[in-house]
C-alpha cells in the first residue's frame, strides 16, 4: 500500500492601515474546518456616516459562526451558505439603521480541505495563485468598470484607467438577495504553490508582476514575504488598508520546518492518525513480548543443549547435476513494443476576457507547461485576442441517434470531462453533426 502523504500549510495574514488612510476598515480570519483550514478577508465600505470597519467585523463574525464546529460535505455549498448568512445579516443591520445605509463589505473565503482549495468571493477582493513561477488571478473583479466592460460600454484599453475600477458594485449588505462568484472546480494542490488573498490595498499598489517577484523568493519565509508585500505596497503611498493572506504548500518529509514568529503551520491530512496514547500501549505491549520471547529462547536452549546428545549432521548427498536448471525462456522471448503515446489534434482558441494557461488547462486536462511548448509562448505573455492551439485527445462528429456515453466510452474519457471541455451543461443537448472536442487525460502520454 502506497504511503499516504499530507502536505503542511505554512501562513501569514497582516493588516496595515495603510499610509493615507485613517482607519482600518478591514478585518481577516484564520479558523480550522473539519480536515482542514479555512481563510477570510472583508474589506469594508462605508455607508452615510461611515460603518465600513463595523460592516466587515460583522461579515467576519458570520462567517466564522458559519463554519466553526460545522460538519459539510460539499465546500462550494458551504461556501455559498457563509456568504448568504453574511449578507443576510449585514443587510438585516443596514436596514435597521438608517445612518448606515450604503455599507457593505467586499469578502473572499479560502477553504483548504484534504489538498483540494475551494474558494468564493463577492466585491473587490481577489485570490492568486503562483505556480511554476507564474502568477494566476482566480478571480473577477466584481467593479463598476468591469460591469462596463461585461456591457461593452468601456474596451479592454481603458478597463484600468476607469473611475470605477476599484468601486465594488456588488458586496455583502448591499442588497437582500446577492450575487458572489464560487469556485466551480477546486484547485489541486501541488507543493511549492503560493496562495495570495487579498484586499484591493495591494493591488491598487502593486502590479501583479511585482507581487510576484516578491512572493517567488525561495530563500524567504512566508512571514517575510508577507510582511514585504504590506511594506511595499504602503511605502507606494497607500491611500487605502492593506490587508492579506499568503499561504505557501509543500511537503514537510522533505524540509525541515521549525515555525517562525508569528508564522502558523496546520498539517493538512486525509485520515486520522493513530492516537499517541496508542502507540505507546502498544510499544509496552511490544517489548514485554520481546523479554519474553527472549528468555523461553534462553530456557529452550539450554534444556536441548543439557538434555540431548548431539547428532551428526545430515549431508544432502543428492548429486548435483540433479538439480533443474533455471527456466531461461521468458529471457529469450522477444520485448514486446511499448504501447504508442497519444497523437493530439490540436483545436484553434482564441484567448477571451478571463482566459489564461491554468484555467484553459483545468478545462482540456492539460499542463500549463504542455500548453507553453505548443504555443511558443511563456503564460504570463499571453494578451487577449492572442490566437493559440489547445492538443485534444480527438474532434469528434455526432451522428444522429449517438449518445454521449457511448462517445466517453469509444474514447475512454469521462462524461464530466467532455462537457466541462465543451461547456456543456446537460449530456442529452446533443445534436447531429455538433463537433465534440475529446480532452485528453491528466494520465495520457504524448507522443510527438
Known amino acids: 500500500m502506497g504511503k499516504e502523504h499530507s502536505l503542511t500549510i505554512k501562513y501569514k495574514s497582516i493588516s ?19 480536515g482542514g483550514y479555512g481563510f477570510a478577508i ?54 435597521k439603521n438608517e445612518r448606515f445605509k450604503g455599507m457593505g463589505a467586499s469578502c473572499g473565503i479560502v477553504l483548504v480541505i484534504e489538498e483540494l ?45 476607469d473611475p470605477g475600477f476599484y468601486i465594488a458594485d456588488r458586496a455583502l449588505g448591499f442588497d437582500k438577495d446577492v450575487n458572489f462568484s464560487v469556485c466551480k472546480q477546486p484547485i489541486s494542490m501541488e ?18 508582476n511585482q507581487i510576484a517577484e516578491v512572493v517567488n523568493d525561495p530563500d524567504a519565509s512566508v512571514d517575510f514575504m508577507a510582511t514585504n508585500l504590506a511594506q511595499k505596497a504602503d511605502q507606494a503611498g497607500a ?58 529462547i534462553a530456557f529452550n536452549h539450554e534444556r536441548v543443549t543439557t538434555e540431548q546428545k548431539p547428532q551428526k ?5 543428492q548429486p548435483k547435476d540433479t538439480i533443474k536448471p533455471a527456466r531461461t525462456k521468458d529471457l529469450t522471448k522477444k520485448k514486446e513494443k511499448e504501447p504508442q503515446g497519444v497523437k493530439p489534434e490540436f483545436i484553434p482558441y482564441k484567448i477571451e476576457k478571463g482566459d489564461n494557461f491554468y484555467r484553459l488547462g483545468i478545462r482540456f486536462n492539460v499542463t500549463v507547461q504542455l500548453l507553453e511548448k505548443v504555443n511558443n509562448v511563456q503564460a504570463k505573455r499571453l494578451r487577449l485576442g492572442q490566437r493559440i492551439r ?59
Open 390 to 448: 489547445i492538443p485534444v485527445k480527438a474532434i469528434h462528429k455526432v451522428e444522429k441517434g449517438e449518445m454521449l456515453s457511448t462517445i466517453a466510452e469509444k474514447y475512454h474519457t469521462p462524461v464530466k470531462d467532455i462537457l466541462k471541455a465543451n461547456k456543456l451543461d446537460d449530456a442529452d443537448r446533443l445534436s447531429e453533426g455538433m463537433l465534440l472536442n475529446i480532452p485528453l487525460q491528466y494520465d495520457d502520454k504524448i507522443s510527438e
Open 42 to 95: 472583508c474589506d469594508g465600505i462605508n455607508g452615510k456616516e461611515g460603518g465600513g470597519a463595523i460592516a466587515s467585523k460583522m461579515a467576519i463574525e458570520s462567517i466564522k459562526r458559519q463554519f466553526r464546529n460545522t460538519q459539510f460535505k460539499n465546500p462550494q455549498k458551504a461556501l455559498t451558505n457563509a456568504l448568504t448568512l453574511a449578507n443576510f445579516q449585514l443587510h438585516d443591520h443596514v436596514q
Open 16 to 34: 496595515l492601515i495603510g499610509s493615507k488612510a485613517r482607519h482600518n476598515q478591514d478585518a481577516y480570519a484564520e479558523f480550522q474546518i473539519p
Open 191 to 208: 507543493e511549492h504553490d503560493m496562495l495570495l488573498l487579498t484586499s484591493d490595498g495591494l493591488f491598487k499598489e502593486l502590479t501583479e
Open 239 to 296: 491611500s487605502d488598508n492593506i490587508t492579506l493572506t499568503l499561504m505557501h504548500v509543500f511537503d514537510p518529509e522533505k524540509v525541515p520546518f521549525t515555525p517562525e514568529t508569528g508564522e502558523k503551520t496546520e498539517i493538512v491530512e486525509g485520515k486520522k492518525g493513530i492516537p499517541r496514547a496508542v502507540w505507546i500501549v502498544l510499544g509496552i505491549i511490544g517489548l514485554v513480548a520481546l523479554l519474553y520471547g527472549i528468555s523461553e
Open 313 to 317: 549432521s545430515v549431508v544432502d548427498t
Open 117 to 161: 482549495v475551494y474558494y468564493a468571493y463577492i466585491g473587490n477582493v481577489r485570490f492568486y495563485i503562483l505556480r511554476d513561477n507564474t502568477i494566476y488571478r482566480l478571480t473577477r473583479d466584481h467593479t463598476k468598470a468591469q460591469t462596463a466592460l461585461a456591457q461593452n460600454k468601456i474596451n479592454e484599453e481603458k478597463l484600468e484607467s
